[in-house]
């Protein structure tokens, strides 16, 4: 079994529904996304570049989904949180049914297009 899937099978119930869920989001709208486990957490991976994270908060109760980019990101200000951090912006999450897919999919194409358009550059 590789390390993200014992990692998400090890998280309780609620956190695995809310993994799955994002995960499934993400892989729709990147296909050419690579699934990895770096610094403990699930981390998924865009054009070999870091591109977002997925870590569950047991303390906190919370599903943090972290995009490496994220002070790079224009819209949906009023749902990132940036909380101290210099580069990364998430969408926090405390229930499965707290997931808005459109802001989900919508801040995954506008960081989606962050790379694309540093790809571009040269």
Not at 27 to 56: D, H, M, R, T
Request: contains cysteine; aromatic residues 12%.
């Amino acid at each position: 079994m590789k390390p993200t899937e014992a990692f998400i099978l090890r998280q309780p119930e609620q956190y695995q529904a809310m993994i799955l869920h994002v995960l499934s989001v993400v892989e729709q709208e990147l296909s050419q996304s690579e699934l990895l486990f770096k610094w403990g957490i699930p981390y998924v991976y865009y054009n070999k570049k870091p591109f977002c994270y997925l870590a569950p908060n047991h303390k906190k109760g919370f599903l943090d989904v972290g995009f490496a980019k994220g002070f790079q990101l224009k819209r949906n200000q009023n749902e990132l949180i940036s909380e101290n951090r210099n580069t990364v912006k998430s969408l926090r999450y405390y229930s499965i049914e707290e997931i808005n897919n459109n802001i989900l999919k919508d801040v995954i194409l506008e960081a989606k297009g962050l790379y694309n358009a540093n790809k571009h550059k040269n």
